[in-house]
């Protein structure tokens, strides 16, 4: 299983990035798709997770309504749309794939991807 996570990079404050994490060797559409990030300095924190055919989602409170996941099965791809960026989004994202129909923000999901770096300038 690979998941490869892409579409970071450096902004400033306000600006956009969508990542995108494309997944192979699994039947994607059998599992739910997050996103978490850590920041310099502090523990993982879970972002957005959507579920198996993308008929549910959420997110944290901290990007609520800036952020949206979404994904393509067909394409095996989970994408995050980021939009309205603070310098506190500064973090490595990665990408998480769990076979359970809901998994938690806290569980210990399945299979992770590698991280790609997004920095906000102020």
């Known amino acids: 299983v690979q998941l490869q996570a892409s579409g970071g990079g450096a902004v400033q404050a306000g600006g956009s990035l969508r990542l995108s994490c494309a997944a192979s060797?699994?039947?994607?559409?059998?599992?739910?798709a997050g996103w978490f990030r850590r920041a310099p300095g502090k523990e993982r924190e879970f972002v957005a997770r959507i579920s198996r055919t993308g008929g549910i989602s959420n997110s944290a409170d901290s990007v609520k309504g800036r952020f949206t996941i979404s994904r393509d099965n067909a394409k095996n791809t989970v994408l995050l749309q980021m939009n309205s960026l603070k310098p506190e989004d500064t973090a490595i994202y990665y990408c998480?794939?769990?076979?359970?129909?809901?998994?938690?923000?806290?569980?210990?999901?399945?299979?992770w991807g590698q991280g790609t770096q997004v920095t906000v300038s102020s």
């Open positions: 998480a794939v769990d076979s359970r129909g809901w998994p938690g923000p806290n569980d210990q999901w399945d299979y």
């Open positions: 060797g699994l039947t994607f559409s059998n599992y739910a």
